[in-house]
C-alpha cells in the first residue's frame, strides 16, 4: 500500500498550487479521501475530505473559497488545488485514505508561503 503527495514548494503569497496524492495497493474507488496539514508546533488539522463518490464532504473554514479537492478514480490520484496562498498555509500537507478499518497515510509534501 502507498499513499504519495507530489506538488507542494515555495510559492508566494497570493499563488497558487496544486498537489496530488496518488494510492497504489489498495482499491482507491471504495476509499474516502483527505487532506490534511500540520504546521510547526501544532497539531495536524483537517483541511478537505472527498467520499469515494466525489462529494466534499468537509473543508475548513480558513480555506473555504480558496482550496478545492477533487479525485479521479480511475487515474487513482486526489489533489487539492490551493488559490490565494497565505502565510498561515505553510505546512506539511498530507494524504489520507480512508475505508472501514483501513486508514492509510502518505508522508507529506511541504508547503512554504512565503516572499
Known amino acids: 500500500v502507498q499513499v504519495v503527495e507530489s506538488g507542494g514548494g515555495l510559492v508566494q503569497p497570493g499563488g497558487s498550487l496544486r498537489l496530488s496524492c496518488v494510492g497504489s495497493?489498495?482499491?482507491?474507488?471504495?476509499?474516502?479521501m483527505s487532506w490534511y496539514r500540520q504546521a510547526p508546533g501544532t497539531e495536524r488539522e483537517l483541511v478537505a475530505s472527498i467520499s469515494s463518490a466525489g462529494i466534499i464532504t468537509n473543508s475548513a473554514e480558513s480555506v473555504k473559497g480558496r482550496f478545492t479537492i477533487s479525485r479521479d478514480n480511475g487515474k487513482r490520484t486526489v489533489w487539492l488545488q490551493m488559490n490565494s496562498l497565505m502565510s498561515e498555509d505553510t505546512a506539511v500537507y498530507y494524504c489520507?485514505?480512508?475505508?472501514?478499518?483501513?486508514?492509510?497515510w502518505g508522508q507529506g509534501t511541504q508547503v512554504t508561503v512565503s516572499s
Open positions: 495497493g489498495f482499491t482507491f474507488s471504495w476509499y474516502d
Open positions: 489520507r485514505a480512508r475505508f472501514r478499518y483501513d486508514d492509510f
